[in-house]
């Protein structure tokens, strides 16, 4: 399954980016987003490590240039999502590729699968939440929001310090 989506996901991601552009009447950069597309899926198939990241970083460049140009978030959010999720696949399946012919695939990817789609529904969720509620915050309270961030921030750290130890 995940042989099928890392090359689905990239597509599909590409596809709505390019959609986006398109309707807004950038052709140009549309197609060039096309062309961008077929050469991820070319890296992916010729299993280039490079690819997946420089991707997902130029997946995500082009999803907040067309947040900033205000183009519809329908096409954007989706696309960057699926940037997101063609890259995690990507290096789960290298991953993959390196397992035991006795370790359980099957149920790795089945496990990781659920884990990473649930993540992104969750994420796709809150996203959209923010979109459509627009709350009008006060400087203090901006204020306590990033304490309790950097605070969680330190906090995750502090736990995978621990593990690593």
Same mark, same amino acid.
């Given at each position: ?25 950038? /052709? @140009? ?10 050469? @991820? ?17 130029? #997946?995500?460049? #082009? ?23 063609? @890259? ?22 089945? /496990? ?5 789609? #649930? ?7 809150? #996203? ?22 950097? @605070? ?6 502090? /736990? ?6």
């Amino acid at each position: 399954m995940t042989r099928l989506l890392r090359f689905l996901f990239p597509v599909l991601s590409v596809g709505l980016l390019a959609s986006a552009y398109f309707l807004a009447g950038l /052709r @140009w950069p549309a197609m060039g987003l096309l062309i961008f597309g077929g050469l @991820w899926m070319i890296g992916l198939a010729l299993h280039w490590p490079c690819v997946p990241p420089v991707a997902l970083f130029a #997946a995500f460049g #082009a999803a907040a240039l067309g947040f900033i140009m205000d183009f519809s978030p329908i096409f954007l959010l989706p696309a960057a999502i699926l940037g997101l999720l063609a @890259w995690d696949l990507a290096g789960f399946h290298a991953l993959l590729c390196l397992a035991s012919p006795d370790d359980d695939t099957s149920g790795l990817e089945r /496990r990781h699968l659920g884990r990473v789609f #649930a993540i992104a529904l969750l994420g796709a969720g809150l #996203a959209a939440l923010a979109l459509t509620i627009h709350l009008k915050l006060y400087f203090e309270w901006m204020i306590l929001l990033v304490f309790f961030t950097v @605070w969680g921030i330190g906090q995750v750290l502090g /736990r995978l310090l621990k593990k690593q130890a």
